[in-house]
């Protein structure tokens, strides 16, 4: 969440889409409620900044109370894209431009993919690992190669499993050419 200073650009606020004016956010990622404790029903006279909460990855979430769904987390960073970019569209996730998840200016954030947001992710050196449909495996080529040399020297599939951190069904798989089907030996 950002604090103001005199150099930031003037602060702009939007609705908050689908909460019918009683909250919104701002262009810097600030969230401010018209709501009023103990009489939600009544507008104030004043809006009340909400302070909200961060993760432990330190995204800034704050608890909105919606007429149907009830109270609900949501993170500011989709707040300031619905409210100035666009409704989230299908199958797409919120990147901070700068990798500091703390950080909701509008112009830090944008739609991508969620295979995007990794490789931007992986770039940036917030995640280790590979970009590609195994990026999260446990597992890599040459960990395979290894995994059906010693299945084929007779290793156990639960000595396997308990050395290579993944289950039994996993290292069956793998040794019967089920799945990594393209790492040849």
């Known amino acids: ?20 004016g009683w909250y919104e956010v701002s262009n810097l990622g600030r969230v401010r409620s018209w709501r009023r404790t ?9 809006p009340r900044l909400l302070r909200g909460t961060f993760t432990e990855l330190g995204y800034h979430l704050v ?18 894209l619905a409210a100035f970019v666009s409704a989230r569209p ?9 990798s500091t998840p703390s950080d909701n200016r509008v112009e830090n954030l944008r739609w991508v993919t969620a295979a995007e947001n990794l490789r931007h ?22 960990k395979v190669r290894t995994i059906r040399r010693q299945r ?18 996993t290292i069956s798989k793998i040794v019967h050419g089920l799945i990594w089907r393209e790492v040849q030996p």
Not at 90 to 98: E, F, G
Not at 152 to 169: E, Q
């Open 90 to 98: 299908a199958l797409m996730v919120v990147d901070h431009i700068n």
């Open 121 to 142: 992710a992986v770039s940036q050196g917030r995640v280790r690992g590979r970009v590609g449909p195994r990026s999260f495996s446990p597992l890599d080529e040459e």
């Open 38 to 46: 103990g009489a939600p029903e009544v507008r104030r006279a004043t």
């Open 1 to 20: 969440m950002s604090t103001l200073s005199p150099q930031q650009p003037l602060e702009e606020w939007r609705p908050v889409p689908g909460f019918d």
């Open 63 to 80: 608890k909105l109370t919606h007429p149907v769904f009830g109270v609900m987390d949501v993170g500011t960073h989709q707040l300031v």
């Open 152 to 169: 084929a020297d007779g290793a156990s599939l639960k000595t396997l499993m308990n050395r290579f951190g993944v289950s039994m069904t």
